[in-house]
């Protein structure tokens, strides 16, 4: 079992920058693909970010292309999210998921990610 821990929410201002970091414990997710997913009040959890087991590939929404950057530390067992240039519509509750073992490039499928965090909470004010 491996237990997610999502840290660096925050309000912050339009135009503003946050990093998100999400740390594993309980084992390694070296091998696996990581996600980030958000959910905003009365809507459902949508794909961000995700990045391969080995950091070489990544994909995004469109909706943060440019401004957003998933990365990961295997020596730390984290994953984080860069977030710049941040807009109200950005607020919503941020999500890592864990995913496939050895996916190259990770997957915009929530169903295909286990062990979600608590979430941390990203408010962006205009």
């Known amino acids: 079992q491996v237990q997610m821990v999502e840290s660096g929410g925050g309000l912050v201002q339009a135009g503003g920058s946050l990093r998100l970091s999400c740390a594993a414990s309980?084992?390694?997710?070296?091998?696996?693909?990581m996600g980030w997913f958000r959910q905003a009040p009365g809507k459902e959890r949508e794909f961000v970010a995700c990045?391969?087991?080995?950091?070489?590939?990544?994909n995004y929404v469109n909706a943060v292309k440019g401004r957003f950057t998933i990365s990961r530390d295997n020596l730390k067992n984290t994953v984080y999210l860069q977030m710049n240039s941040l807009k109200p519509e950005d607020t919503a509750v941020y999500y890592c998921?864990?995913?496939?073992?050895?996916?190259?490039?990770?997957?915009?499928?929530?169903?295909?990610?286990?062990?979600w965090g608590q979430g941390t909470q990203v408010t962006v004010s205009s």
């Open positions: 998921g864990v995913g496939k073992l050895y996916s190259s490039a990770g997957s915009r499928n929530s169903n295909e990610y286990d062990f």
């Open positions: 309980g084992r390694t997710i070296n091998r696996n693909a």
């Open positions: 990045i391969g087991w080995s950091g070489g590939s990544t």
